[in-house]
Every structure is written in C-alpha cells, then in structure tokens.
C-alpha cells in the first residue's frame, strides 16, 4: 500500500532516538526501546517520568519532534523520502493503528453497545470482517477474558474490572502485532485489580507480545521479560526482572522502587 516501509526486523517494536517536548518542556529526552516478538516489556517509573506519552508515541496518537518508531519493520506514521520523513495520510495511521492494540486506564468502551458489539465493531468498520464473523470471534475473545456470560450487557451493567478485560478483548479483535496498557488498572478498585491482571497474564503465557505502563511492581516481576525504569524522559535502567527490580545498579533506580514497594 502507498506510504507503506516494511524492512526485515528481529524486532516487534522499535524506538530510536524518540524525543518529545510540550511547551518547551522536554518529556522524552531520546529513547532508544526495542522489543522482541513475544516479549512483555513492562515500564515503571514516578508521575510524568513520560511513560504514557511513550505508549502514545508507539501508535502516533501523539508525533515525535525527533527519532522512529517502527513496528514490525514498518515505519510508523511517516514514509521515508530521501532523508526526509513526511507524515502519513490518515487512513493509512488508521491501518497502521489496527496491527497495534490499546488498553487505556479509562476503558473507553461506547456506552450504547454492548460487550459484544463493542468487541466486534473495530473488526467491521476499520477491517470490512463479516457482521456474523466478527460477532462470533468476539464471543470468543469475551469467553477468552471470563466474561462469556456477560455479551448483552451494557458498559453501566458491568464492573470496572469487567469493562477492562471487554476493553482488552476488543483490543484482540483486530488480532493486532502488538498490544499497549497504559495503567491498565489504575482507574479500578483495588478488589478489581486481580481479573484484569490474570487476563493479561493468560495473554503473556500466549506469546502475545506486549508493552505494559503500571504501577504494579509485584506483577511485573512475575510477568515481565524486561523492566523498563523510565525518569524524566530517559531510559535510566532495564533488564529482566530479577535484576531492575531486585538488584538494581543505579541509585535512581533503587529510590523509585523504595517509594513504591
């Protein structure tokens, strides 16, 4: 397809050199990340350390002011002409966006659907699925996330810990590359935490490969194949998780995880 750039890559994700400011302020200060297919990459790190706009980065909801991201060899929101990048059309970010699933902290689930319909509608409108496919395979995927008894029913019917595993089945919908959480459990109560994180560890023990912000230390020492410590914008420590998390070399490192263990 036009503006389409795929180049062979051990990597499911790549960042290189990411750099983003707001009003002059710097939130990324060059970013180099790699991830591997089938690879969870959990990133930890204090309020405004960057790590959400990261993830929106990753999918272009929000554009670089420098560096590349690439999924699955495939630049990411721009095409390469000569040595210039130059933004992609909207439908191809929005194909681009489909390969790349996201879990956001809030949900966002629409309202006048029901779980079904929210899982099956992204696999209609964005891919041209089938009406009586899409609906089956999303009956799959709630039966997949625990919530095969709950398809009729409404976002307001459901709990915040069963609205984020219909938010993470719709996610699968698009059978994606790759897919982010961005504190996919921040929003809900405490007592709700649990099935979300079961839900995501059943896709880690699939070979999914996912990026995942959280605030859940002791989760991503179980699941994770690499932490990430990300502080005012830069990359400070990563590794597997017995290491940045048990044994860490640096000393940022070691008063973030004071702070919140």
Excluded: C, W
Aim: charged share 25%; hydrophobic share 45%.
């Amino acid at each position: 397809m036009t503006g389409k750039a795929v180049e062979p890559s051990e990597y499911a994700i790549e960042l290189r050199g990411i750099r983003k400011s707001y009003a002059g302020a710097e939130v990324l200060r060059g970013v180099d990340l790699a991830v591997r297919p089938g690879e969870v990459t959990v990133i930890v790190g204090p309020s405004g350390s960057g790590k959400s706009t990261l993830l929106r980065i990753i999918n272009h909801l929000e554009k670089v002011d420098a560096g590349t991201v690439r999924v699955g060899g495939e630049l990411v929101g721009y095409r390469r002409k000569g040595d210039k990048l130059h933004e992609l059309h909207e439908r191809e970010i929005l194909r681009q966006r489909s390969r790349i699933g996201f879990v956001f902290q809030n949900f966002n689930l629409f309202p006048h659907l029901t779980a079904l319909e929210n899982v099956a509608l992204a696999p209609i409108a964005a891919q041209g699925r089938r009406r009586d496919e899409a609906e089956s395979a999303a009956a799959d995927l709630l039966e997949r996330v625990g919530l095969a008894d709950r398809a009729d029913a409404y976002p307001r019917q459901l709990s915040g810990g069963q609205q984020q595993r219909v938010a993470i089945a719709r996610a699968l919908a698009l059978r994606p590359k790759v897919i982010l959480f961005d504190e996919p459990t921040s929003a809900l109560d405490p007592e709700l935490v649990g099935e979300v994180l079961d839900a995501i560890r059943g896709l880690a023990r699939d070979g999914a490969t996912l990026v995942i912000v959280t605030h859940e230390v002791g989760f991503a020492r179980e699941v994770a194949d690499t932490v990430v410590l990300l502080d005012a914008g830069r990359i400070v420590e990563q590794g597997p998780p017995h290491k940045v998390l048990d044994d860490p070399d640096h000393a940022r490192t070691k008063a973030f995880l004071a702070h919140v263990l």
